[in-house]
């Protein structure tokens, strides 16, 4: 060994290094979240990979929707012949904060063992914890591959306005997705809306994707301990209870009492999801809520919502639901303070079997094919 | 240690390495030394305690060589540079509260220069006491070696490292409620009390060579070997630190090698694999035998790859410095037996043992009026320095346990490999292999469920554990 074998040994490194990096460019190493030991090697996840606390939670969030649907249960190989598919999307309340997977409205529809049309019923939670109903439509376009016989959507109303739209970094950060759906159901979104990240060459590289590849790893490895624990989020024994005491201001995304701007709603997204839906019957549900007896309760139903804003869209959606036919379950005030937890939308298991009670009556409901 | 700080301790080694003229060299090295110990310290929530710690670091080394060099060795015209080297590191650092650099340097912002001052003028007035009116005597000897065990056993008992705390946060006007046993992280004291106690007892028995307080220093804290070993004998280190650096290229490539390897298997093997390793958290979570076995080899690969990579980067940086340090470990898990695994399981550490416990216990045990029966002997010397060892880990009952589980295994080892020694030497070379094979499975996992002791804070989490495992929950 010799000075100069060693400057070679280092620069041809660094060559086949940088080659590499490049090469990279080309192939986009963020299609490999369709490779997944989960529903292999490891027990497909009930919910998708979201949480921050990761050495406790034995979770991540990320923005890739490959891998995010690679790692869930519903990837679990084709669909069965014997099963009636039911997917339910919506926000955190969906998703189930501070619940354990079988605690959450998916979850507990599964677990009451339902028949219908000679099937049984299988439930998947594809809630995600962002409120947007372009984050929805997105899983839903995706999700429509694994061939669901039923959609339960959960709204509110804090899914609805525009600027809540591509904010969530889930949205933001899966710009070409967003943009194709924007293009092809004309949706009131801006396609070079500032919200969306859009990678350059750089980012496309070995070097710009290392973190997107460490999360896609990292999601690899939790997969170790979700098996082993069935734990997927933090649940702390102690929590601050959502707010019911409130100050007096009654603003709205901007919007000032008395009249709920129509135009700053994605009604728009919520028609394209019942067209991507197309035969497949879709039950809109308007989440419960959280109503407040506290200071300004009269002003405010909860920290979300101002009344007058919520009254007014709940009038709206109400009309475009009878207007439209849609199958759509109003049940915005079926649960009792005392069964929310951390914020307006987040049931106990307790408040979360009130609500599969009534979603389970009108799934039994639905016509068979 | 994170990967940040030793991307720089690697620029910095090669630095070093290559720019020392060979009369710098030591000074350079003693100055680099005494940065790193402070650099190295991680933040302390007693305040200030982040710096006195270091600094203690240098003191009680500095005073330690006074104690174990003869009187007319401990000449103030040869040993200057180094003492002024010392003291100028301290109060220079101290002097950094005022320039906003202390980030870099120090885990927090410096104590008040005064309370520096102080510190140095005590340290200073102590060392020329000892300089004057100590000789390395068997009393003087014996009072550091007891002073350094005593102080590693405060840092290591949970409940008088918490108490230490306590005052130290008393007297700091801080809360005494938030007082832990962590409050006290002395980084790498482990390994500088053995470096130290290996020097008070060459002394002791005659063997340690006369180096200077710069060598001696150096030695204590080689910034390559400050947090994680291996812990090198005195001579052999001075007479690499004597000899004239000359970086060949093979030096290089032998530090490039160890450098990469050591930085894998630290940061993309030993991190990924503590992401699902055993811990208190998850030992109580885990739902089902099979999974609960995963997460203990992966803590026993994960503690392996964690320190094996130490060891690499440590030896690598060594290269860099032209100080070859002593293999550490040596696949330890492919030993067939756990004699043999600890033979090539942090080397140093069981050499240290053996040479300064084990033997000289034995030698003792067997050396009196009515010596014990040598079946006694090896249990007693086995199962003691196993136990020590776990001990030196911390003084916590599950270390005691662990310490027992190997002690106990080595022994029973020992009487199994006297039973069947001539017996297995007339196998044929293909039945050794088996049985080779199936000692290499014995024995890596009696180490796992071994580690389940290690691993885990307290007994009742272990057996629960345990239970698990064996499916018996």
Redesign the interface.
Known sequence: ???R??RNVLLKGLVLFLLFDLACSAVDPAALGKVSLYNHLFAGRQRFPFGED???SYNLSLFNLDAMFASHVIANGPKPADEYRVIVIGDSSTWGTLLRPEETLAGQMEAAGLFLCGKTIHVYNLGYPTSSLTKDLMVLDYAMRYQPDLIIWVISLEDFPLDNQLSSPIVANNAARVNELIARYNLPLGPNAPALVRPGFWDSTLIGQRRALADL??LQ??G??W?????DQTYPVNYQRAQTDFNTDITYHNMQPPTLDKSQLAFGVLEAGLRIAGATPVILVNEPMLISVGENSDLRYNFLYPRWAYDQWREMILARAETGGWNYLDLWNIIPANEFTNSAIHLTPAGESMLAGRVEQITLQQSCP | MTLALTLVSIVVAAILGLVTRNRWRIPLFLGSCALAVYAFQPVLPVRGLDFWLPTATLAITSLTWILTTPREQRSWRINWPGAAILAGIVLALGLTRYLGLSIYLTASRPPQTLQILVGLAAVTLVAIMMTRYTKPGKAVLTSAFVFIILLFIVLKVPLLATLVSMGLRSANHQSTSLALAQDLRWLGFSYIAFRLLHTIRDRQSGRLPVVSLSEYVVYVIFFPALTAGPIDRIERFVGDLRRPLTLTAEDLGEAGKRLVLGLFKKFAVADVLAMIALNAINALQVRSAGWAWVLLYAYAFQIYFDFSGYTDIAIGLGRLLGIKLPENFNAPYLKPNLTQFWNNWHMTLTQWFRAYFFNPVTRALRSGNKPLPVLVIIFVTQVATMVLIGLWHGVTLNFVVWGLWHGLGLFVHNRWSDMTRVRFALLSPRWKAVLNVGGVLLTFNFIALGWVFFALPDLSVSLHFIRVLLDLS
């Open positions: 060994m010799n000075f074998f060693l990761s050495s406790q790893f990292r490895i939790y170790v301990l098996t082993a624990t069935g734990i």
